[in-house]
């Protein structure tokens, strides 16, 4: 028996705008994927980005325009002591974020459970990590294993609206990021954004989220982010990772923002130095005024003017006082500064 034959025209097609979660590194109702090697910090960034959905704020170079609920799923990391604290700990409305209950039946890719979720829930956004868990025994490997997983999740994701965010792991062959990304190319294929994820410079604890395949956007801004094991997770920023440094796992040449965080660092140990005598170095050392900025935002520099003169300070656990502009504690007169009192 023949098949129906169904021809579409384009003018009865009506072209709609590209909708977005976080622009431009995860559209909405589309896959995307957060992948790097073990210990990286890519679950940690998907439960950064999990946080700023439920309160609608906190994601750099973009936007969440409102609250929103999340489902967050993790085959590796136990719920109660690391999924919930870090969570937790990056800030998120805990009334937001749910987990389908998978001690009966685990979840694959397929499985309508997580299109019942999102409906009932109005989810925003689906986290599945890692990528491999979701697979129902699937061959990974197979481009006929993935495919019809991977189908059947972009449908779900294009009915819903919602972003699925797929959390993978890394291998070690290949030179290109598809190639390293785990199992079969058609997982890297089926995404329509992959942001890649590794050690940023020398320092162990700043990371980069490099967007290495944006299919609905020019690529965004690499993205620097503090990975701490006391302090948490703290987004730092713009960057100039390329895919190629985080990628490698080798010791690589120190980042501009790097350079530029340790400059100021070293600068300002034995004190306050005027801010024209910092602008200078950071000229002399061929670092932007923008990633200079950066950097003294970061490390909570402070800024205070004495005399005809700014200075710039490390922060120090010193009160604060008024100084007036007739330079006398506080007498009345006109605001120009808040002074440490060391300084005053």
Not at 152 to 158: E, F, P
Not at 239 to 265: H, N, W, Y
Request: charged share 25%; glycine share 10%.
């Amino acid at each position: 028996m023949d098949k129906a034959l169904k021809i579409l025209t384009m003018r009865d097609v009506k072209p709609e705008p590209i909708e977005w979660l976080w622009e431009p590194y995860i559209p909405a109702g589309k896959i995307s994927i957060i992948q790097g090697d073990p210990g990286s910090g890519k679950t940690t960034m998907a439960l950064a980005i999990a946080a700023a959905v439920t309160t609608g704020k906190g994601l750099p170079g973009g936007y969440c325009e409102f609250p929103a609920d999340v489902i967050v799923q993790n085959a590796e990391d136990g719920l109660t002591d690391t999924i919930i604290p870090r969570l937790i700990q990056c800030g998120a409305d805990e009334g937001m974020v749910h987990f389908i209950d998978e001690d009966e039946e685990a979840l694959s890719l397929s499985d309508e459970r997580i299109e019942r979720a999102i409906m009932e829930k109005s989810a925003k956004l689906c986290i599945l990590d890692p990528i491999q868990a979701y697979l129902n025994g699937a061959n990974m490997n197979s481009a006929n294993g993935v495919r019809p997983l991977m189908k059947r999740l972009g449908d779900v994701a294009a009915r819903t609206g919602c972003a699925m965010l797929l959390v993978g792991h890394m291998n070690k062959n290949g030179s290109r990021s598809q190639y390293r990304s785990l199992g079969s190319v058609d997982i890297f294929a089926a995404a329509r954004s992959v942001l890649t994820v590794g050690k940023l410079g020398t320092d162990d604890d700043v990371r980069a989220a490099v967007h290495n395949k944006s299919n609905l956007s020019a690529p965004g801004a690499s993205q620097a982010f503090g990975f701490d094991p006391v302090s948490g997770f703290t987004w730092l920023g713009d960057c100039d990772a390329t895919v190629d440094e985080v990628m490698s796992g080798k010791p690589k040449q120190e980042s501009q923002f790097a350079k530029a965080r340790r400059l100021i660092e070293t600068a300002l140990a034995n004190g306050a130095v005027p801010a024209a005598d910092m602008e200078q170095l950071a000229e002399e050392k061929g670092i932007s005024f923008k990633t200079f900025k950066r950097a003294k935002e970061v490390l909570g520099v402070i800024s205070y003017q004495r005399g005809r003169l700014w200075y710039w300070e490390m922060p120090i656990d010193v009160e604060y006082e008024e100084c007036t502009s007739e330079g006398q504690n506080g007498s009345v007169g006109q605001i120009t500064a808040l002074v440490p009192l060391s300084q005053v």
